[in-house]
């Protein structure tokens, strides 16, 4: 990256321009410090996660290398040490979290998509530090990806709808196909339909499918303009058919819904100054879409006309008059013709406007009404660069408009932030504008030869080099993925968009990628619309001159640590109190002493695994266990906003690409299983064996025992609650409802409140149905109310589960869940034994060797049409030499096509890179 120069306190601020910047004063030196202050009391970090592919199917191993940068300069963050990786369900629930080690800015992880503990479906993976958590969601790093099934019964399901206007409150009608995996359709199957509204039944319906695996349906709408939460459940009703519930959204875009935000430059207009106003135009499926139209002052005279020139976006100018309203005729998708209000007219301000002059500079123009063009007033203006303030100055208007030409040198690469300040520190004209140095790396990928063959072997030559053509050292990643399987496109976010444009920017960017692949004006002046209307994140300009208004509430890790308090029996701390941590396996054994808050801390050489855990105990002068309080500080989870704009099901009108995907990848488990190897083959053997919970106090015979989770189970999602455990391995399975009294004769249990007498099942408002309806939770033997030991108990409390199923003479089978806890004295004693803590923290997540086959003319022509990879190779760790060279080698797979390499990384001076090149293997 370019090197800037940023402004400080002790830095020399030259005489600007006559008349209009005046030698920078006491009071823009005090605004610049409170700049400042903020950057360096809350200095940003920002992560880029490079993924192996952009969609997966179940029992795939998800790939993935962590670029953790500084906000400022965007070199590697030494503030923290760890990162949180986690895979979220459509509804924004985690299925899985790891933590991953991170050293100088660099890390890599996997996530394996195990059949028990991930199912098909829309998911975003979140990448954050803790520290991160101190910001906005905005902040985190997110991507989503589509998980799809390994089974030949999983249902598609391909819709087409349209509105019906003419009835009062509109009608949809909606042909629905339902194939296989590989497209065959679902014929003659009977169905049940359920439209909802949100969580709200509008309708239901029984139907069969036809020959060619249609069903029509046709239905009401509570209101023609709502339709963005409206969905189709399916489910098929067949003997053995797949039962799986099919949520299908209802996406029509009417275009009488589609929301367009007309923003002008700088803020506001204001009366009697031209104006350049942006806008963007988004339907009701989340999506930009094409418009146009002209605007009208209340006299209804033409005084603007505009188009969309990329995504929805644009810009135009005009004059806005004092004491008139504006509004816009626009021409929607279908013709449809709408109009809207434009901000209202401010008759006095100020208003900031910049243009991209030419390649080295910037002009700025500042203008006001008359009264405050003539007024004695200082204002100040501030250019900054992620939080770094790059250029300062004291504006005096003294009756002219002002106008003045900034080189871009003083600024790096990214997006520029200009705020016009008042006296009193107030921002009234806020403007972001993109400034490229073309100061990225330069990557060329060649390969050797022109075409391979299948299970050939392929040499890639890397080289990296700065803007000025000499050979960078660097750390990056690289994928190769099949392009009949896998579709990377060139417009998705990459390491160079996301640091550098998306992450300074809030909501999403559609095609962010598309802004980077070539510098052309058109581009230019598109990525400047978007700047215009897209919202950006950045600090509170409140909190900035206000800095006791925000506090660090997270702290920054920079390594793995065991903090906690203990008290007394008075909940006093207990001060100068010997504290020991021991771990079975490896062996370790560490003693600290609380501080005068009876604080504790223990650090270095602590790594724990996805089955670690601690036991802290607390040590009188005698080196025994008293009774004291011990409480550790737990890693509690972010809650995550849910997405404004629903995710699509990965089975919903899927991608041809994804099909293949999912179709070869239940190819290769055929062939897998199919394939007996060489040599002699024995008779199959099963072995059977029923999971024991040591312990149980479940009074069934095993027969009726229809689940057992165990430790292990336990421990793979330690960190879940009761609920989210059993939501995240049973998913559609799991429910919640209401039941009422069964006539069915139910064991006795003890009642965990009146202890020593027993008590039926009672009448609950709240149960959880898995399978059948789940009556009951009994724990160590004590009844306990599912809705609220669903939530307070977790995982890492759990020896085990079982599940019984009892049959009932009503409507509904039940079922009693039995629960064995370490501790075994049910839920009045879930708390931590005194004097001890049992501690087990979020494990490492220590990246497996990628599979990697290597083919001989030995073995090469051995189980042909097996190796059907969609990742052919995952290189997390290709670093390249002073030369700026690097050579990367791996096998062609079974399956002649082309091939996708996509290379990311950084120079770790603020430098990054991007390139991707097609190798092609053909038959032998």
């Known amino acids: 990256m370019r090197r800037i120069t940023v402004i400080y306190l002790t830095a020399v601020f030259s005489l600007l321009s006559v008349a209009a910047f005046a030698q920078v004063n006491g009071d823009l030196l005090k605004t610049l410090s409170a700049v400042a202050g903020m950057r360096d009391r809350l200095p940003i970090e920002k992560v880029y996660l490079q993924l192996d592919k952009p969609y997966y199917s179940v ?70 530090t803790n520290w991160m958590r101190n910001f906005s969601e905005d902040n985190i790093f997110k991507r989503s990806i589509y998980i799809s099934p390994v089974n030949g019964g999983a249902t598609l399901v391909n819709a087409d709808y349209k509105l019906d206007t003419t009835t009062e409150k509109g009608k949809i009608e909606a042909n629905l196909r339902f194939t296989a995996l590989n497209s065959n359709p679902k014929r003659l199957k009977d169905i049940t339909l359920k439209v909802m509204n949100g969580r709200h039944t509008l309708s239901k319906y029984k139907a069969t499918t036809g020959i060619d695996g249609t069903a029509l349906l046709d239905f009401d709408l509570p209101d023609k303009n709502i339709i963005k939460d ?27 819904n589609t929301d367009i935000q007309f923003m002008p430059e700088g803020g506001y207009l204001v009366a009697g100054i031209n104006a350049k106003v942006g806008f963007k135009a988004i339907a009701d499926d989340g999506k930009e879409t094409p418009i146009n139209g002209k605007v009208y002052n209340s006299k209804q005279q033409e005084v603007a006309s505009f188009n969309a020139t990329h995504k929805g976006m644009g810009a135009f100018e005009f004059t806005a008059q004092a004491g008139e309203s504006y509004i816009a005729k626009v021409t929607l998708p279908g013709n449809i013709s709408k109009s809207y209000p434009l901000p209202m007219v401010n008759p006095a301000g100020t208003i900031l406007s910049i243009v991209s002059k ?173 700047l215009l209307t897209q919202g950006w994140v950045g600090y509170d300009w409140k909190l900035v001159f206000n800095p006791m208004v925000q506090q660090p509430q997270f702290p920054a890790e920079s390594e793995f640590t065991v903090r906690g308090k203990v008290t007394n029996l008075f909940g006093k701390p207990s001060r100068q109190t010997v504290i020991r941590l021991l771990q079975k396996l490896p062996v370790l054994a560490i003693d600290t002493i609380t501080n005068n808050d009876g604080r504790f801390t223990f650090k270095g050489n602590l790594y724990p695994t996805d089955t670690a855990y601690y036991l802290i105990q607390a040590k009188n002068k005698n080196g025994e266990t008293f009774n ?98 059993l939501k995240k391995r049973y998913g559609r399975n799991f429910y919640l409802g209401t039941i009422g009294p069964s006539s069915f004769p139910k064991p006795k249990v003890k009642d965990s409140i009146n202890s020593g007498m027993t ?66 004295k049910g839920p009045r004693f879930l708390h931590h034994t005194p004097g001890r803590y049992v501690y087990r923290p979020l494990g490492f997540s220590f990246p497996k060797e990628v599979y990697r086959p290597k083919y001989t003319e030995k073995n090469k022509d051995i189980a042909v049409g097996t190796d059907l990879r969609s990742t052919i190779h995952w290189a997390p760790n290709v670093v390249t030499d002073k030369d ?41």
């Not at 058919?241 to 949520?247: C, E, R």
């Not at 040599?679 to 099963?686: D, R, S, W």
């Not at 609950?764 to 307070?792: E, N, Q």
């Not at 096998?891 to 092609?920: M, V, W």
């Open 230 to 256: 409206i969905t189709i459940q399916a489910k098929q009703t067949d003997k053995d058919a797949d039962t799986a519930i099919l949520t299908i959204p209802v996406i029509i875009k009417n275009a009488a």
């Open 628 to 725: 004291v309080g011990i409480d550790v500080d737990e890693f509690i989870p972010p809650v995550f906003a849910e997405p404004k704009h629903r995710p699509m099901p990965w089975y919903f009108n899927s991608d041809t690409t994804l099909l293949n995907n999912a179709n070869t990848k239940i190819a290769q488990h055929k062939a897998e299983a199919d394939y007996k190897g060489e040599g002699h083959m024995l008779k199959e053997v099963v072995i059977k064996s029923k999971k024991i919970i040591p312990g149980s106090v479940n009074p069934f015979p095993a027969e009726r025992v229809s689940i057992v989770l165990d430790e292990k189970d336990m421990n793979a999602d330690k960190n879940m609650s009761l609920f989210e455990l």
């Open 884 to 924: 700026g060279k690097a050579t990367v080698s791996f096998y062609s797979a079974d399956k002649p096509a082309d091939y996708t390499l996509i290379l990311e990384g950084t120079d770790l001076k603020g430098a990054f890179g991007y390139g991707r090149e097609k190798i092609k293997v053909i038959k032998k």
């Open 59 to 128: 029992g795939d191993t998800l790939h993935f290398k962590a670029y953790l940068m500084n906000g400022d300069f965007l070199r590697p963050s030494l503030r923290s040490g760890l990162l949180y990786v986690e895979l979220d369900d459509a509804m924004n629930r985690s299925t899985k979290r790891i933590m991953v080690k991170i050293i100088g800015g660099i890390g890599w992880g996997d996530m394996v998509l195990n059949e028990e503990e991930i199912s098909e479906g829309s998911y975003t993976i979140r990448a954050y």
């Open 358 to 530: 030419d390649k080295e500079s910037l002009e700025i123009t500042l203008n006001a009404t008359p009264g405050l063009l003539n007024a004695p007033e200082t204002y100040y203006l501030i250019g900054q660069t992620r939080g770094m303030v790059c250029y300062s100055a004291l504006i005096n208007f003294n009756g002219a408009i002002i106008k003045k030409t900034i080189p871009k040198d003083q600024f790096p690469t990214g997006i520029a932030h200009f705020t016009l300040f008042s006296s009193n520190n107030e921002p009234l004209n806020e403007r972001i504008i993109y400034i490229d140095h073309n100061d990225n790396l330069h990557i060329n990928i060649t390969t050797s030869k022109p075409k391979f063959t299948v299970r050939d072997s392929i040499a890639v030559y890397l080289e990296a080099k700065d803007k000025d053509g000499k050979p960078v050292r660097g750390t990056f990643s690289m994928a190769v993925t099949d392009d009949s399987q896998i579709t990377n496109h060139r417009t998705d976010n990459n390491i160079i968009s996301n640091l550098l444009l998306t992450s300074d920017l809030k909501g999403t960017v559609e095609e962010p990628g598309w802004y980077f692949e070539t510098n052309t004006p058109d581009r230019a002046a598109a990525l400047d619309n978007l």
């Open 759 to 824: 008590t039926p099942h009672p009448l609950t408002s709240t149960a959880y149905f898995l399978y059948t309806r789940l009556a009951m939770i009994i724990i160590d033997g004590h009844y306990a109310p599912p809705d609220v030991y669903m939530d307070y108990l977790t995982a890492s409390e759990i020896k085990g589960i079982e599940v019984v199923y009892i049959p009932t003479l009503g409507k509904y089978d039940l079922a009693d869940m039995f629960i064995t806890t370490y501790s075994g």
